[in-house]
């Protein structure tokens, strides 16, 4: 399948090789971080549940590549390790139709399929260089270019996968309107990697990379149907303030 994290991990690291100097800022050293987050979701879609309605309808899980946006609140225990609160909104639709199965017409017949999911989580952060380093008699400190970061973390995943449209009721052996749903909240762990850029003594540019691990026994009307692989992959952009 697709590897989307290559795509940017190659030019940051040129970046980060690139890139030299420092940036001077007078006073304490900052320890809070707020990080603002735009880019794009991957789905993994290795659970059986997903390969079961790529045979059935005319979708997959590449599909559901779509934005996420996302926010990030850290405070730093020392220079090279930080923790913090991260929170992303995901949300996409698909249109398909079923692959063998048309109505008494021929025409195919077609719905909607929804996911949108809400991560909540705790990270925790290693910053191999730290973040500054005490230079002159003053109490200056200069902000490293590039900030290199490495963390983790764990939390909540909520949820809700929907199937809305025209359904084949073999029953009755004719095409209904209808609307599945399933909603909850499943555990994930997650693994990331990023690098900031300095602009000022407290604004930076960021590139950051995710992976997620979420998968999650479905219920509601898609009760026995298996589980839902909900992870997958995460490259975002973004604009961090430290204060």
């Known amino acids: ?96 139709a079923y692959r063998d199965y048309t109505d008494a017409d021929g025409f195919r017949i077609f719905h909607d399929t929804n996911l949108s999911m809400v991560p909540l989580s705790v990270d925790v952060r290693f910053l191999p260089a730290g973040r500054y380093g005490a230079r002159g008699s003053r109490g200056q400190v200069m902000v490293r270019r590039p900030v290199l970061y490495l963390g983790g973390g764990i939390g909540v995943n909520f949820f809700e996968y929907e199937e809305v449209g025209d359904f084949v009721d073999f029953d009755l052996d004719e095409v209904v309107f209808d609307r599945f749903q399933d909603t909850g909240a499943a555990f994930s762990a997650h693994a990331l990697a990023g690098i900031e850029l300095p602009v000022s003594p407290n604004m930076g540019l960021l590139i950051e990379g995710k992976y997620t691990w979420v998968d999650e026994n479905l219920g509601s009307d898609f009760a026995g149907l298996g589980d839902l692989d909900l992870g997958g992959t995460s490259i975002s952009v973004g604009l961090s303030y430290t204060f």
């Open 1 to 96: 399948m697709r590897n989307p994290a290559r795509i940017l991990i190659i030019p940051a690291i040129l970046v980060a090789l690139a890139a030299s100097g420092s940036v001077m800022a007078s006073g304490p050293v900052a320890d809070r971080t707020f990080q603002f987050k735009f880019g794009g979701f991957f789905p993994e879609g290795e659970s059986d549940f997903w390969a079961e309605t790529e045979d059935v309808f005319t979708l997959d899980a590449g599909d559901f590549d779509g934005v996420q946006v996302g926010f990030t609140y850290l405070t730093g225990v020392s220079n090279n390790l930080e923790v913090g609160l991260n929170i992303d909104f995901y949300n996409e639709t698909v249109f398909s």
